[in-house]
């Protein structure tokens, strides 16, 4: 092996693999009970979640039920139909058999000569519980580190939580593999099956505690075709994470979390052979291509009887990653607070800053630093009055790393948000009404001196809205009002839009239902286009014998350009669309749980 190897080495595995411990990892688990491809080895598949014993025993034995509609929609247009057809026609059909709780759905789906059928896909899910146990089986998930897995597993699993002692372990599939045809040109991107193990152990309450989690995860390589394997690669882990909590007083409590993950970017590499490294080769191979990497944050947390405040630090190491996340951000770091209080019992404060940055090794050419602070206040006056207020902003900017940053390109940017939102309510025996404003403004400016302000931009908006329910009538009107405009380099944006709102439900069982909206919008682009349009819709829905449910829609449209050249254009641009609906939902058969007395 080659010094540069050496050096290689040492940078990329963490000196906790190659320590003198002498400890060695052993996993012995309920995978030999139970494949975890059992859903597979079915072809399809049936949803159980959530579920007991119990109350399997509790479930009816078989449960057949579906429903079948359609829905047409007519469209005209005095522009024309080029990008919407003038009718449009589907028709659908479900069935679902539900058998001891177990849904097995069917559907088919005929929309203007184009129709689908699915089949029920299966995943099998069981939980199985008896006093302070739960068994997991099938595609399950269970509780880990939010460093190390937030993935549910098809598998098997095993848990115990008591007053103060809890563990549990799983084995399983993470991700199923994706194996298209190379040669289609539509093929799906390839991916390995990922298998993965892992346990848990705790002790403690919900103030002083401490739990280990460990997460063995790898990919399969024969899993897809020869041809994917020379484009991606195949990629083992393993992670640790401890999480623990103090209470130190009544009012103060301290949390933490560490995790290590070593990672391998390619399972295909050359192994490095070493003593100390040799001893974890049962459970993870170090290689060439392997990664050792840390996430940690700790946080002190303040809670008194009208004030509390948390007091955090979070850095995660460039490059970190396990294979039982989804996705994951790295190479940062961050500081913050949040605080917040009460007043008089009426008035409600509360604030946060926090700070960030990236290139923690300083190995890339640029530094990046974000600040995010904001405060709020909310407040009750009497019964009626309702106070919200609040400021956010958020400033970003940019520094050396191993290069030296250009100032006239350099980042230095700042956003700032306003907002103001009161509302008064009155309610009597027979009108009710609720009157509210909301008012906000945002600014979003560069600030760099040599900027041109291309990239700025300032938003005004407010807004006006009353509700009336009219009691006796039984029947809600509401009218809105809200205006907004941006300006941008060279540019300002303007909209206006009015809009009146009611609706109401007739019969003695009140299944008719009747809604109708009337709006009105203003569009403004400066020195480019003005645009009105005014719109009507109209909804009903009727519900008979409950399973017969009959819809009618329509909406009319009305659109004018009233440019600079010809601001009195005629309203020339018209749009009509009217839909109607019929859904039927059945029982075919019904086996009911016999009650006992």
Request: glycine share 8%; with cysteine; proline share 3%.
């Given at each position: 092996?080659?010094?540069?190897?050496?050096?290689?080495?040492?940078?990329?595995?963490?000196?906790?693999?190659?320590?003198?411990?002498?400890?060695?990892?052993?996993?012995?688990?309920?995978?030999?009970?139970?494949?975890?491809?059992?859903?597979?080895?079915?072809?399809?598949?049936?949803?159980?979640?959530?579920?007991?014993?119990?109350?399997?025993?509790?479930?009816?034995?078989?449960?057949?039920?579906?429903?079948?509609?359609?829905?047409?929609?007519?469209?005209?247009?005095?522009?024309?139909?080029?990008?919407?057809?003038?009718?449009?026609?589907?028709?659908?059909?479900?069935?679902?058999?539900?058998?001891?709780?177990?849904?097995?759905?069917?559907?088919?789906?005929?929309?203007?000569?184009?129709?689908?059928?699915?089949?029920?896909?299966?995943?099998?899910?069981?939980?199985?519980?008896?006093?302070?146990?739960?068994?997991?089986?099938?595609?399950?998930?269970?509780?880990?580190?939010?460093?190390?897995?937030?993935?549910?597993?098809?598998?098997?699993?095993?848990?115990?939580?008591?007053?103060?002692?809890?563990?549990?372990?799983?084995?399983?599939?993470?991700?199923?593999?994706?194996?298209?045809?190379?040669?289609?040109?539509?093929?799906?991107?390839?991916?390995?099956?990922?298998?993965?193990?892992?346990?848990?152990?705790?002790?403690?309450?919900?103030?002083?505690?401490?739990?280990?989690?460990?997460?063995?995860?790898?990919?399969?390589?024969?899993?897809?075709?020869?041809?994917?394997?020379?484009?991606?690669?195949?990629?083992?882990?393993?992670?640790?994470?401890?999480?623990?909590?103090?209470?130190?007083?009544?009012?103060?409590?301290?949390?933490?979390?560490?995790?290590?993950?070593?990672?391998?970017?390619?399972?295909?590499?050359?192994?490095?052979?070493?003593?100390?490294?040799?001893?974890?080769?049962?459970?993870?191979?170090?290689?060439?291509?392997?990664?050792?990497?840390?996430?940690?944050?700790?946080?002190?947390?303040?809670?008194?009887?009208?004030?509390s405040t948390s007091l955090f630090y979070r850095m995660v190491?460039?490059?970190?990653?396990?294979?039982?996340?989804?996705?994951?951000?790295?190479?940062?770091?961050?500081?913050?607070?949040?605080?917040?209080?009460?007043?008089?019992?009426?008035?409600?404060?509360?604030?946060?800053?926090?700070?960030?940055?990236?290139?923690?090794?300083?190995?890339?050419?640029?530094?990046?630093?974000?600040?995010?602070?904001?405060?709020?206040?909310?407040?009750?006056?009497?019964?009626?009055?309702?106070?919200?207020?609040?400021?956010?902003?958020?400033?970003?900017?940019?520094?050396?790393?191993?290069?030296?940053?250009?100032?006239?390109?350099?980042?230095?940017?700042?956003?700032?948000?306003?907002?103001?939102?009161?509302?008064?309510?009155?309610?009597?025996?027979?009108?009710?009404?609720?009157?509210?404003?909301?008012?906000?403004?945002?600014?979003?400016?560069?600030?760099?001196?040599?900027?041109?302000?291309?990239?700025?931009?300032?938003?005004?908006?407010?807004?006006?809205?009353?509700?009336?329910?009219?009691?006796?009538?039984?029947?809600?009107?509401?009218?809105?009002?809200?205006?907004?405009?941006?300006?941008?380099?060279?540019?300002?944006?303007?909209?206006?839009?009015?809009?009146?709102?009611?609706?109401?439900?007739?019969?003695?069982?009140?299944?008719?239902?009747?809604?109708?909206t009337f709006s009105l919008c203003y569009n403004d682009v400066?020195?480019?286009?003005?645009?009105?349009?005014?719109?009507?819709?109209?909804?009903?829905?009727?519900?008979?014998?409950?399973?017969?449910?009959?819809?009618?829609?329509?909406?009319?449209?009305?659109?004018?350009?009233?440019?600079?050249?010809?601001?009195?254009?005629?309203?020339?641009?018209?749009?009509?669309?009217?839909?109607?609906?019929?859904?039927?939902?059945?029982?075919?058969?019904?086996?009911?749980?016999?009650?006992?007395?």
């Amino acid at each position: 092996m080659t010094k540069g190897n050496n050096r290689h080495i040492q940078n990329y595995i963490h000196p906790s693999l190659t320590g003198r411990g002498r400890g060695r990892v052993f996993f012995l688990f309920l995978a030999l009970l139970l494949s975890p491809s059992l859903g597979e080895g079915l072809g399809w598949a049936q949803s159980l979640s959530q579920h007991t014993i119990a109350n399997i025993a509790k479930s009816d034995p078989l449960i057949i039920t579906g429903a079948v509609g359609t829905q047409n929609t007519f469209y005209h247009s005095s522009l024309g139909s080029g990008y919407r057809s003038p009718w449009a026609n589907s028709v659908f059909a479900n069935l679902n058999i539900s058998l001891y709780g177990v849904s097995m759905p069917f559907s088919f789906y005929y929309s203007n000569n184009n129709s689908s059928f699915n089949f029920p896909h299966l995943s099998f899910h069981i939980d199985p519980t008896y006093k302070n146990w739960r068994g997991h089986f099938g595609r399950s998930t269970m509780a880990m580190s939010s460093y190390i897995m937030n993935m549910s597993f098809n598998g098997v699993g095993l848990e115990y939580n008591g007053d103060k002692l809890r563990f549990g372990a799983f084995y399983g599939e993470l991700r199923n593999a994706v194996n298209d045809d190379p040669t289609d040109p539509s093929a799906r991107a390839p991916q390995y099956r990922r298998m993965g193990w892992g346990f848990k152990v705790g002790y403690g309450s919900s103030r002083d505690f401490i739990d280990l989690y460990l997460l063995r995860a790898y990919d399969r390589q024969n899993t897809i075709d020869e041809r994917w394997q020379q484009r991606i690669s195949p990629q083992d882990n393993i992670a640790i994470a401890l999480r623990g909590g103090l209470g130190v007083t009544r009012w103060l409590s301290l949390r933490g979390n560490l995790a290590f993950s070593a990672f391998s970017t390619d399972t295909r590499a050359e192994r490095v052979h070493t003593d100390n490294l040799d001893r974890w080769d049962k459970v993870f191979s170090a290689r060439y291509t392997s990664l050792m990497r840390i996430a940690t944050d700790v946080s002190a947390n303040v809670n008194l009887p009208n004030f509390s405040t948390s007091l955090f630090y979070r850095m995660v190491q460039p490059d970190y990653t396990t294979l039982g996340l989804y996705y994951t951000s790295n190479n940062y770091q961050s500081l913050g607070i949040n605080l917040s209080t009460s007043l008089f019992r009426r008035v409600s404060l509360s604030a946060s800053f926090s700070g960030q940055e990236d290139n923690i090794t300083r190995n890339q050419l640029y530094t990046t630093r974000g600040f995010v602070y904001s405060a709020n206040a909310s407040t009750n006056i009497g019964q009626n009055l309702t106070l919200s207020a609040g400021y956010n902003g958020y400033r970003q900017l940019q520094s050396d790393g191993k290069a030296h940053v250009n100032d006239t390109t350099r980042v230095n940017r700042i956003m700032h948000s306003v907002f103001f939102t009161p509302s008064y309510t009155i309610d009597g025996d027979k009108i009710a009404q609720v009157y509210s404003v909301t008012a906000n403004f945002t600014q979003n400016k560069d600030l760099n001196p040599f900027a041109t302000g291309v990239s700025d931009v300032t938003t005004w908006a407010a807004g006006l809205s009353h509700a009336l329910e009219v009691k006796p009538w039984e029947m809600t009107f509401t009218t809105s009002f809200s205006h907004q405009q941006s300006k941008g380099y060279q540019t300002r944006y303007t909209s206006d839009v009015l809009s009146v709102s009611t609706g109401r439900s007739f019969l003695k069982e009140k299944n008719l239902n009747v809604n109708a909206t009337f709006s009105l919008c203003y569009n403004d682009v400066q020195n480019q286009q003005r645009m009105l349009s005014t719109g009507l819709d109209l909804s009903a829905g009727y519900t008979l014998n409950k399973v017969h449910v009959f819809t009618l829609g329509g909406g009319f449209n009305k659109y004018a350009d009233t440019n600079i050249s010809d601001d009195r254009a005629s309203m020339g641009s018209t749009e009509v669309n009217i839909s109607m609906g019929y859904t039927y939902t059945f029982s075919l058969l019904e086996i009911k749980r016999k009650v006992k007395e």
